[in-house]
């Protein structure tokens, strides 16, 4: 490559220079590296650059420095065990410092230290929360598609930010004890942080700082916060107004914290924040990256608190609002596969009502049936990361690339590219099946982007969740979260090591995964075991009624609304901290009772 891909002058410029550098050069003097250099070629290009150059991993070299890019499961596989030889590169991670270090910017004895801290609040203990929290959260969501008193037909014209409300409401009550309502009435036990209204030595409300703050965050982590305070523009002073107003809120929510624990009287709660002011107790050295102490007698400073309440905040919302998000627009686009997983929920749940849904006796049976695969399969075609950086420190590191010993000199940075990992057929063999021909289009069923193509190999970039599904114990995925009963239940295909990182691997693997599992599940059973999720064709309907017309002409607008879906999924997305779709674009959906579906 002629420069570097994380060159600053070429990361504020690219799309400014591309569209000039193809013309100069054109695509005869090398495909691959051109394209290698364009921010998210890692999404837009999937296992392409690895089959046009012939391997799983390769080195790509340029005057600023090398980088290792690998979608091989086996190599992922040894990179990710081994955390010492191919540590973090925190350096890139400085950004997501802005109210203190914390376990995801930190790596040696300072990494160990937050995560000793961290890991216990997402026991099993807490998944209980999660799970109750996220059946309240999502019985409120679903009621505000609902208007007029119609609950038979209802519309989701923004899941993505009904989800991330959603997400935020349960990370708020399971990581910090704070109830949010979702009309925002205040709740006796947070009235402070729940109401809409601005309480006393505040300019914004909990929800309008916390949500300005995660909209303007790309200026608060890489701009001065003395330039934003001068700065001529209203966006500048709103994100710092926000991340002012956030601090004070998390300072008070500190606390009230100690406040309760001080008086508790017997075991300690097992939220997140207990567990970073308990860490007090239990002093342990630990040392930073740097040499210097995390914070007296090696417990947390009150800045790294904040900074693991700040990052949890945004990793334990965003990422898993996205899964929710994509997979309902999957199931809207796929009606077989959701009449699938509906079948199962009525299986497992027959007819008890939410209020008597356990956590130990169905998580196990979601998580290991349909539920479980399409959360799987959301998560390999749309993860919510697209790839993972890894470097080799300050020495050089042995591989074994297809069979044969490899040198990786020091200082290479390595990316591990989820998106390809997911879609290569070297990692996947029988579950990466000989796509069918398209269906009629006159039909709605669905028909992915890329359904036009002719002889494709394998069907590894649609969506089939069924491709997990499996009945033998020896597959069982371990992307899932362990069975917490002795109940037999089903097993999920498991791909080979490395292959399916949607949550990284190793030691160094999300902490919030079955936190995010389990949200994730009690969503998709809580709304598609009474309701349907369907494409809202109105855009096209011209107000006609679409249960007066043909199915020919019912399915010719469906597939006009799934075009456009694949689009904003394929095309229109883009990754700042996660994958998202951007530039506005919105999927609607129309969400009906069951035995109410048009399609």
Same mark, same amino acid.
């Given at each position: 490559m002629p420069w570097h891909l994380f060159n600053f002058v070429w990361l504020g410029l690219n799309r400014l220079l591309s569209p000039v550098i193809r013309r100069l050069f054109g695509r005869a003097r090398g495909i691959v590296q051109l394209d290698l250099l364009i921010p998210d070629w890692v999404w837009h290009l999937g296992y392409q650059p690895f089959e046009t150059v012939g391997t799983d991993t390769f080195l790509a070299v340029s005057g600023g420095g090398s980088i290792l890019v690998t979608c091989s499961a086996d190599v992922i596989n040894q990179i990710t065990s081994r955390r010492v030889d191919f540590p973090k590169p925190c350096h890139l991670y400085g950004a997501l410092n802005i109210y203190g270090s914390n376990v995801v910017t930190t790596e040696g004895a300072a990494w160990r230290q937050h995560r000793?801290?961290?890991?216990? %609040?997402?026991?099993?203990?807490?998944?209980?929360?999660?799970?109750?929290?996220?059946?309240?959260?999502?019985?409120?969501?679903?009621?505000?598609?609902?208007?007029?008193? !119609? !609950?038979?037909?209802? *519309?989701?014209?923004?899941?993505?930010?009904?989800?991330?409300?959603?997400?935020?409401?349960?990370?708020?009550?399971?990581?910090?004890?704070?109830?949010?309502?979702?009309?925002?009435?205040?709740?006796?036990?947070? %009235?402070?942080?729940?109401?809409?209204?601005?309480? @006393? #030595?505040?300019?914004?409300? *909990?929800?309008?700082?916390?949500?300005?703050?995660?909209?303007?965050?790309? /200026?608060?982590?890489?701009?001065?916060?003395?330039?934003?305070?001068?700065?001529?523009?209203?966006?500048?002073?709103?994100?710092?107004?926000?991340?002012? =107003?956030?601090?004070? *809120?998390?300072?008070?929510?500190?606390?009230?914290?100690?406040?309760?624990?001080?008086?508790?009287? #017997?075991?300690?709660?097992?939220?997140?924040?207990?567990?970073?002011? $308990?860490?007090? =107790?239990?002093?342990?050295?630990?040392?930073? $990256?740097?040499?210097?102490? /995390? #914070? /007296?007698? #090696?417990?947390?400073?009150?800045?790294?608190?904040?900074? $693991?309440?700040?990052?949890?905040?945004? @990793?334990?919302?965003?990422?898993?609002? $996205?899964?929710?998000?994509? @997979?309902?627009?999957?199931?809207?686009c796929n009606p077989s596969s959701q009449r699938r997983l509906q079948t199962e929920l009525d299986s497992i749940f027959g007819d008890r009502p939410p209020t008597q849904w356990s956590y130990d006796e169905y998580m196990p049976r979601l998580s290991g049936g349909m539920a479980g695969a399409v959360m799987n399969e959301t998560l390999r075609l749309i993860p919510p990361v697209i790839n993972i950086p890894k470097y080799t420190g300050d020495r050089a590191q042995t591989l074994i690339v297809d069979g044969r010993k490899v040198v990786v000199p020091a200082r290479t940075a390595i990316t591990l590219d989820v998106v390809a990992a997911a879609r290569n057929p070297n990692n996947w063999g029988a579950a990466a099946a000989r796509p069918s021909p398209p269906s009629s289009p006159s039909t709605p069923t669905p028909s992915t982007a890329s359904s036009g193509q002719q002889q494709r190999k394998h069907d590894l970039n649609d969506f089939r969740p069924e491709r997990w599904i499996s009945t033998t114990k020896e597959s069982q995925s371990d992307s899932l979260p362990t069975s917490v009963t002795t109940r037999p239940t089903p097993t999920l295909f498991h791909p080979p090591r490395g292959a399916f990182i949607p949550f990284s691997e190793g030691p160094r693997s999300c902490l919030g995964r079955r936190f995010a599992q389990v949200e994730v599940l009690v969503v998709l059973a809580r709304i598609l075991k009474f309701h349907s999720v369907e494409l809202d064709v109105r855009e096209w309907s011209g107000g006609a009624d679409l249960a007066q017309l043909t199915p020919t002409a019912r399915g010719q607008l469906w597939n006009t609304a799934r075009a456009r879906a694949d689009h904003l999924m394929t095309e229109g997305m883009g990754s700042i901290i996660s994958l998202q779709i951007r530039g506005g674009g919105k999927v609607p959906l129309s969400v009906v009772s069951r035995g109410s579906e048009i399609f």
């Open positions: 000793r801290i961290t890991a216990p %609040p997402f026991a099993e203990k807490n998944n209980e929360i999660v799970w109750a929290e996220s059946l309240d959260q999502t019985a409120a969501m679903v009621k505000s598609w609902f208007h007029d008193g !119609d !609950d038979k037909q209802g *519309y989701a014209l923004d899941i993505a930010e009904d989800a991330a409300k959603m997400t935020l409401h349960v990370i708020s009550k399971a990581g910090f004890g704070v109830k949010l309502t979702w009309t925002g009435a205040e709740d006796v036990s947070s %009235p402070k942080f729940n109401s809409v209204k601005v309480p @006393a #030595g505040h300019a914004l409300s *909990y929800r309008d700082a916390l949500g300005t703050l995660l909209r303007s965050l790309f /200026s608060v982590m890489l701009l001065p916060h003395s330039l934003l305070r001068r700065s001529p523009s209203k966006a500048h002073n709103s994100a710092v107004l926000a991340y002012d =107003e956030w601090h004070k *809120y998390m300072n008070e929510m500190i606390d009230d914290k100690k406040r309760i624990l001080d008086e508790s009287v #017997g075991g300690k709660d097992a939220d997140l924040m207990s567990a970073l002011l $308990n860490s007090a =107790e239990e002093p342990q050295e630990a040392k930073g $990256n740097d040499g210097a102490e /995390s #914070g /007296s007698n #090696g417990t947390l400073s009150h800045e790294e608190i904040l900074g $693991n309440m700040f990052i949890f905040i945004l @990793a334990g919302h965003e990422t898993t609002a $996205n899964t929710v998000h994509f @997979a309902l627009l999957f199931l809207a």
